[in-house]
């Protein structure tokens, strides 16, 4: 697995001037913005996406078939494709959750109690989307991939938009009653979208490997 994520980080070593431009946009946005949490919510979705990127490497011009002939499992090689977007994606997390605190103490305009609980939420909705973007690469691939994978995304963002439509039919105000829970209670329900976020991407895990394991090259 080693091997493939230096091959992996070596691919992406060719789009570095992207990853330089992408992190400099996101330190002026929240440099510039009253709220630097919107760093937090973008920086990590979009290097996520960078795993995708290797997975079309891969499969260019048949190289998959190669790969294969090499030691490589493709149970290992889609264990390395969810380590390497936790490496992206956990890394830019920290990063902008980072740049967002101390453009938040410099600018005094966002609380770092916010800042940090935006970060905390944001967290199990990024492995969320992790756990869906890649078996949807995996199986359909380039192009294919990406209609899909929007296709689920858009679905998934729509049954949230849904559940807020509803609540405030029914007059319940979830930013309210999540902004009032005791400490105690935001911990639990922190835990329990963590916990739930981590199953899902167990699960999509192990959809994934199965999708690879009967795919042919």
């Known amino acids: 697995m080693k091997g493939l994520l230096i091959k992996d ?19 002026g946005i929240a440099a510039f913005s009253d709220n630097p949490s919107f760093i937090i919510n973008f920086l990590p979705f979009v290097l996520s996406l960078f795993t995708l990127s290797t997975i079309s490497y891969d499969e260019f011009d048949n ?14 090689y889609t264990v390395e494709k969810y380590c390497l977007a936790g490496l992206l994606g956990g890394g830019a997390w920290i990063l902008a959750t980072l740049f967002a605190m101390i453009f938040g103490i410099l600018k005094e305009t966002t609380a770092i109690s916010e800042i940090a609980m935006t970060a905390v939420m944001i967290l199990p909705v990024l492995i969320v989307i992790q756990a869906v973007m890649i078996p949807f690469q995996l199986k359909f691939g380039g192009e294919k991939g990406r209609i899909a994978l929007i296709g689920a995304l858009g679905l998934l963002f729509l049954t949230g938009i849904i559940v807020v439509k509803a609540a405030q039919i029914f007059g319940i105000d979830i930013e309210n009653m999540i902004s009032h829970l005791p400490t105690v209670s935001m911990g639990i329900l922190v835990t329990a979208l963590m916990t739930a976020a981590v199953v899902i991407l167990l699960i999509s895990a192990k959809i994934s490997i199965s999708v690879m394991k009967n795919k042919e090259f």
Do not use: C, D, E, Y
Request: no cysteine.
């Open 9 to 27: 980080f070596k691919l992406m070593k060719g789009q570095k001037t992207f990853f330089i431009l992408i992190v400099a946009i996101s330190a």
């Open 63 to 76: 190289g998959n078939a190669f790969l294969f002939t090499l030691p490589v499992s493709r149970a290992s």
